[in-house]
């Protein structure tokens, strides 16, 4: 494949673009074509300042939706700019991929079952067996495997011809980012779009989930899952978002088990049964059990219940095999062998490593049988060729003829840039047919540029028949007799779901804890530093070392250092650490960063809304970082103002778009107890120490008023305030929403969500812990809260003390009964020859697995 | 020859065990020379889900899992095996030499040479590198009948590497029981396959128990014995051919198999995964007693 070279890439300045738009695009560029005319017409009004608007608000609504994120900055780059296909090359695609279809289930079908393939020179056996994707033992024939979908890498040269570079065998990856694609281009060029008469991809996605529904026909209600890596997996945000525009449940390979020969889904009221699995995992580490390779993605004895029948794999098992260089080197021969044809969609030639001359390898790059890692291209790595050749079985290698692919424009910071491309393009096979998706993902070959990414175009296909368009609107899903929504019915949330939502709530209230503490710091310093005779220093510097400590901000520290306290612990600085140190476990940037990263777990759950709020509060977070020492307190009270904001639009908008079906409660739940844990904090803090009558007032004043309840304090108590009301208030007043016996009263409303628990004619533990946790709290008194002995509040001290330990264990529980998903298996120490051995070693191995993986 | 063959697995862990799911290769194959008359597999605590299976190189597998919580799981396989002494090597087949199975083996041209090529492919555990092939090579002379080749080499094993169950364990590499000369029967084994595949020949991993006779005037100890590993050579008009480097003999009667594969990994005796367990002891006790 044609690496980009920089500085051969044309590169135009802004003005005219598409003067040097259509001289760049002329080789793209076909007479008679209605579609080009019209999109050149629409093109032609744009302005530079359009362009840049158009590529802005593409940025914007991809990273709403995940595809650029804060782990992958600048990952996929779409185009403002739509590739066009004209009609002729379009109709070639169209049937190269329908016969490549034809052959590859022939192929794969000969070589699983009757091998006449290999027994007669078809296939050489030797390569294909020592390829790392050949899985040796494993019996493909238990497998009946064929393609379900694929994918195919095009390269399209100057002369139009058409060249597969890489199949996509195991899973379409990219189909989802082509949806996306899809879905932002037409909202950003929808005159465009509408004038051109492009083909739509709406009803390819139906066919697909058709498709998978005739798979689970036996199945009346079958459940259909996404297998994905997690979002470690650089097509992860596809996954979701196909998940969510199919309608499938999206899962890790520990929300899944395998029990009696069957596939289950680890959902929060038990074990669901999964018919259909949509893997976006390879061959290779799909069981870590029957495997040889233990692979940490892998799912212990999936491929037992695949062979029993008992699940339906997609694409199935052993697909991979097609992707293999003995099979791809050979599908022209095969293709004329097999069916009597040449192939439309060429294969790159194939030489053996010891007929090609090594003084002339401009055109050729070298690769091996057995190692997928070798990829050298003659032109540039001319001498470790020879090395390696000289070294190595040259029966091991073989050199590929590269293909000098064509090169379109794209508007790269604010200007035309030509880079070569390739065109991933799909299809699905059912029923003995092929359906080609008419669009491709057109992507930029060669690797990331700096700082660019991965360029990547919407590529429109004229719509052969503008009259279809009207007739697929009313091709509507197939309706079945199902019973109404499974998962509504059943209640059911995969048990990672459950708990990544139980994070996120404890996560948003954690920020918001930490805003409204710093709020209060900055009001009471900045007063400080005007008034030095300010009366309220004590109850300050208790607020300051209560950060210092961690016991105001999580983790919520118990008890006081006992290292020596600072002189002066009064200072700008431990704002601005509080807000941006990345040592520090509750600081705002910790504390954002886990909201983004939460609420990307759960995207699939995310309304659109909902994903703009987050956009924003990445784009904060993103700010958090680069905020300077020297920030004035202004600057930082600002940026606390605005997150704060932000997490409550973001908090009402999931409320208002989850229900407790998909976890609300759980939502709701992280909350309350992430809420507790701050009061528990709070109330150690500044009133467990007994403190002179001034000093005190001023720390209930700061407690109250980081609590949002200064103002209800004041009017409830009007002349009576006191620590004891303070006391009453943020502990016993059960009708206070920011009160710890109002949390304790919503998780037990709130347990009520949680699926049947196990229990013989008396109460669960989780229901019996709550009792307690509620006698615990509402048999106090407050009078007694705030007495003190010795100068400390001692009663209220053992109260906080005792309920942050039935938390604890309400934690614990919650994590040991319903998140059973965080159970994983581990590999078991291999029967040695030996007597004895232990399990180092195998610790050892898993960690090795996880690290390479 | 007919045997009775315990053989019982232990783990011990320090943390519950929820649920544990697991491979079994321990049930005798029936071959041209060896008929399993009885098999039987007890595992406390006891499995709610148990079937056997046959894996890609025809062993047969127990899966089953264990869903009671549990510190100790044992595994015992019990069986009764029928040995008898293999036919003398067809004349023919003693005569082909090495070279000529190498070539066929490059090109299969019927479904017995295609059976046999995967195992001509070096594994992970089964790589050969020039040494190791050089030392096979003074063995393999040209134009030496396969077999004959074979046999010395296996002595050639036998002879430069000591029997050292301290030295290595299944992680220890190749080359550095290459290097070290020492090893147990799994070692020696891995490394006969490596020669072989390192000549382009097709060799396979043969696992199962050899009977161990005591001292002179010594009574057998109970769980003295240990499973065994050799090797088997791909001749063809014969098939499989057994050696033992360890002991430097061609399998006969002392010799039962449980199962074959490309290397220790394919015929692993139990593995499995589980959900918890934190540390862990494995025990295993083998006793093989002629009945």
């Known amino acids: 494949m044609n690496q980009p070279d920089s500085n051969a890439a044309q590169s135009m300045t802004s003005d005219n673009w598409f003067t040097q738009f259509c001289e760049l695009n002329k080789a793209n560029m076909h007479d008679n074509n209605t579609m080009q005319e019209v999109l050149y017409r629409q093109l032609s009004q744009l302005s530079n300042d359009d362009l840049h608007a158009r590529s802005s608000e593409i940025v914007r609504l991809m990273r709403s939706n995940g595809f650029i994120d804060g782990s992958y900055n600048g990952q996929w780059r779409l185009d403002p700019i739509p590739h066009l296909l004209d009609s002729e090359t379009w109709q070639q695609i169209d049937f190269g991929l329908k016969q490549r279809a034809h052959l590859l289930n022939d192929i794969l079908g000969d070589i699983v079952n009757d091998k006449n393939l290999l027994l007669n020179n078809g296939i050489n056996g030797k390569q294909l067996f020592s390829h790392p994707q050949y899985q040796g033992e494993s019996d493909y024939r238990q497998f009946p495997a064929s393609l379900f979908f694929f994918a195919v890498d095009i390269g399209i040269t100057e002369d139009n011809e058409l060249f597969a570079l890489q199949d996509h065998c195991q899973f379409p990856r990219g189909m989802g980012l082509l949806l996306e694609n899809r879905i932002i281009s037409r909202r950003v060029m929808s005159e465009e779009f509408r004038q051109c008469g492009v083909e739509r991809v709406a009803n390819f996605f139906q066919q697909v989930n058709n498709a998978i529904s005739a798979q689970t026909q036996h199945a009346p209600d079958a459940r259909v899952v996404i297998l994905t890596k997690g979002p470690t997996d650089q097509y992860y945000s596809e996954q979701v978002y196909l998940a969510t525009y199919l309608g499938h449940t999206l899962v890790k390979s520990t929300d899944l088990t395998v029990r009696k020969g069957s596939l289950w889904l680890k959902a929060l009221n038990g074990l669901k049964k999964v018919d259909v699995v949509i893997r976006w995992i390879e061959d290779s580490a799909l069981d870590s059990l029957e495997q040889t390779e233990y692979s940490i993605y892998g799912i212990p004895g999936l491929l037992h219940a695949i062979r029993s029948g008992n699940v339906a794999l997609l694409n199935n098992y052993g ?458 709290c509402h048999l106090s008194d407050a009078t007694v809260l705030a007495s003190a002995e010795n100068g400390c509040r001692s009663n209220l001290l053992s109260l906080t003390a005792l309920l942050r330990h039935d938390l604890k264990h309400f934690s614990d529980l919650l994590n040991t009964q319903f998140f059973t998903h965080t159970k994983v298996a581990n590999k078991r120490p291999w029967a040695v020859m030996s007597e004895s051995s232990d399990s180092e070693s195998v610790e050892s191995e898993n960690k090795q697995a996880a690290e390479k993986e | 020859m007919k045997y009775r063959i315990e053989h019982k697995t232990t783990y011990k862990y320090s943390k519950d065990v929820s649920l544990t799911q697991n491979h079994a290769r321990l049930t005798p194959l029936n071959l041209h020379n060896q008929t399993c008359l009885h098999t039987q597999l007890i595992v406390t605590p006891t499995p709610d889900y148990a079937v056997k299976v046959r894996d890609r190189f025809a062993n047969i597998v127990t899966v089953f899992e264990v869903p009671t919580q549990h510190k100790v799981m044992e595994v015992t396989a019990i069986s009764e095996v029928e040995v008898i002494a293999a036919q003398a090597n067809d004349l023919f087949a003693k005569n082909i030499s090495w070279e000529s199975v190498r070539e066929e083996l490059a090109n299969p041209f019927d479904n017995d040479y295609l059976d046999a090529l995967p195992y001509v492919i070096s594994t992970s555990l089964t790589t050969a590198n020039q040494q190791m092939v050089d030392y096979a090579l003074t063995s393999f002379t040209p134009n030496r009948p396969i077999i004959e080749a074979c046999e010395e080499l296996m002595g050639k094993i036998y002879q430069d590497f000591a029997f050292d169950s301290q030295f290595s364990t299944i992680n220890t590499p190749l080359v550095d029981v290459f290097k070290h000369k020492k090893g147990v029967c799994q070692d020696f084994a891995h490394l006969a396959i490596a020669c072989l595949r390192g000549l382009g020949l097709a060799a396979r991993y043969v696992s199962g128990y050899i009977e161990t006779l005591p001292p002179p005037g010594q009574e057998k100890l109970v769980g003295a014995d240990a499973s065994h590993a050799w090797v088997s050579l791909f001749v063809p008009t014969i098939g499989w051919l057994d050696f033992d480097p360890t002991n430097n003999i061609q399998p006969q009667e002392q010799h039962v198999v449980l199962a074959v594969g490309r290397d220790f990994s394919d015929v692993t005796p139990l593995k499995g995964v589980m959900f918890g367990g934190g540390s862990q002891r494995l025990s295993v006790a083998v006793d093989m007693t002629r009945i």
Not at chain 1, 406 to 431: E, G, S, T, Y
Not at chain 1, 474 to 497: N, Q
Not at chain 1, 582 to 602: E, F, I, P, Q, W
């Open chain 1, 319 to 776: 697909c991979g095999l097609l992707q293999i260089p003995a099979i791809q080197n050979r599908l022209s021969v095969l293709s004329e062998t097999l069916h009597g044809q040449q192939l439309t969609i060429k294969q790159p030639q194939a030489f053996a490593a010891n007929e090609v001359n090594l003084s002339a390898l401009e055109s050729l790059e070298l690769r091996s049988y057995s190692d997928p890692t070798l990829k050298l291209d003659g032109a540039t790595n001319a001498a470790k060729i020879s090395e390696i050749m000289s070294e190595q079985n040259t029966e091991n290698l073989f050199f590929r003829q590269k293909v000098k692919l064509k090169q379109v424009p794209f508007w790269h910071q604010d200007k035309l840039v030509q880079m070569p491309v390739v065109f991933r393009c799909f299809a699905l096979c059912h029923q003995g047919q092929t359906t080609v998706l008419p669009s491709a993902l057109c992507i930029t070959v060669g690797g990331k540029r700096r700082g660019s990414g991965i360029q990547i175009k919407d590529t429109w296909v004229q719509c052969f028949n503008p009259d279809n368009i009207s007739e697929e609107k009313l091709r509507l899903p197939e309706i079945t007799e199902k019973s109404g929504d499974m998962a509504l019915m059943e209640g059911y949330i995969p048990s990672r779901t459950a708990e990544n939502l139980y994070r996120l709530g404890a996560s948003i209230e954690r920020t918001e804890n930490t805003c409204r503490l710093l709020r209060v710091f900055f009001d009471r310093y900045t007063e400080w530093t005007m008034y030095p005779n300010y009366r309220a220093t004590n109850a300050l510097e208790i607020l300051a070392r209560g950060i210092i400590d961690q016991r105001l901000i999580a983790p919520f520290n118990a008890e006081k250092k006992n290292t020596k306290p600072k002189e002066k612990p009064l200072s700008k600085q431990l704002g601005y650490e509080t807000i941006t140190n990345k040592a520090l476990t509750g600081s705002l940037y910790n504390t954002l960063s886990s909201v983004c990263s939460m609420a990307r777990d759960v995207r699939e759950l995310l309304s659109y809304d909902s994903q703009r709020i987050l956009e924003h509060l990445e784009t904060e977070w993103r700010r958090l970082e680069r905020m300077h020492t020297s920030a004035s307190i202004h600057v930082m009270q600002s940026a606390i103002d605005r997150i704060i904001s932000l997490v409550m639009a973001f908090r009402g908008s999931l409320a208002d778009s989850l229900s407790n079906n998909t976890g609300d409660f759980m939502f709701d739940m992280g909350i309350r107890c992430e809420r507790l844990k701050c009061l528990f904090g709070s109330m150690e803090t500044m009133l467990g120490e007994e403190l002179s009558r001034e000093d005190q007032r001023y720390a209930l004043d700061i407690l109250l008023t980081s609590q949002v309840s200064s103002v209800t304090h004041r009017r409830r108590y009007r002349m009576h305030q006191s620590v004891s009301t303070g006391i009453e208030l943020l502990v016993l007043a059960y009708e206070y929403p920011r009160s710890i016996a109002f949390q304790i009263d919503q998780l037990m409303a709130l347990n009520n969500f949680l699926p049947d628990k196990p229990h013989l004619g008396s109460l669960a533990s989780i229901d019996k812990l709550l009792l307690k946790f509620k006698a615990d």
